[in-house]
């Protein structure tokens, strides 16, 4: 069974400082790995994703996120944060064609200070 | 602009009463949908998988007969919470998948629903 390991459950950043998120997901195939971000009483909207070739995979927003297959890992980064970056952003694994079936990781909270 | 549209984005109910919540696909005509729960500070648990034209396939621990769902249509499926009890007060959220074809991969949300249960 495929899981999804978000290690931090809040990460609080200062406004123009950069931002990792870590993921690690366990999937006995390849992985299709989703990052979602969601507002408080939002849906989710989807950041990046990644299937195949190149493991540096940009979304928007700035945001861009590495994938690991040694490490079973997905992180996602930010250059330089924006106060509008402060939601709960979720990792999601998918099985087979693209994301029929999401497993998502618990979040974690991002706070922005000024 | 809205890809998914759902449906009251928040709603109070009295216990034992049935609430219904809409998620259409707007874009595009949708096979497959699904519903996801979220409580709160809670990642989002996959609830069941609706099929239009077909019986929704639900995840283990799920009561089929207290979640009723129905996809009669390619753009519509709703989710009926039945006889709701607090313990089910919850973020709800639905997810399209677009037809094979179409070339997009990408899941998407609606807005979610708040439900409450009093």
């Known amino acids: 069974a495929q899981s999804v390991t978000q290690p931090d459950i809040h990460i609080t950043v200062s406004e123009g400082a950069s931002l990792e998120l870590r993921c690690n997901y366990s999937?006995?195939?390849?992985?299709?790995l989703f990052w979602y971000v969601q507002s408080p009483g939002q849906g989710l909207q989807l950041l990046l994703k990644y299937f195949s070739g190149d493991t540096l995979v940009q979304g928007i927003k700035g945001f861009e996120a590495e994938f690991k297959r040694s490490q079973s890992s997905f992180n996602l980064r930010k250059p330089s944060v924006h106060w509008s970056d402060a939601a709960e952003y979720f990792c999601a694994v998918g099985a087979n064609f693209g994301n029929e079936k999401l497993t998502f990781g618990t979040g974690t909270r991002l706070t922005i200070i000024p | 602009g809205a890809v998914v549209s759902q449906h009251p984005s928040w709603v109070i109910c009295k216990s034992g009463t049935s609430v219904k919540i809409e998620c259409r696909s707007l874009?595009?005509?949708?096979?497959?949908m699904f519903w996801y729960r979220q409580f709160p500070k809670q990642s989002l648990m996959l609830m069941a998988t609706s099929n239009e034209g077909s019986k929704a396939t639900y995840e283990q621990g799920v009561e089929k007969d207290k979640f009723l769902i129905n996809h009669a249509s390619l753009t519509l499926s709703t989710l009926t919470v039945t006889s709701a009890h607090p313990e089910d007060s919850s973020f709800y959220i639905c997810s399209v998948l677009p037809p094979r074809g179409q070339g997009s991969t990408e899941a998407f949300f609606g807005q979610g629903t708040r439900l409450t249960v009093v």
């Open positions: 999937y006995g195939a390849t992985p299709y």
């Open positions: 874009d595009f005509q949708a096979t497959t």
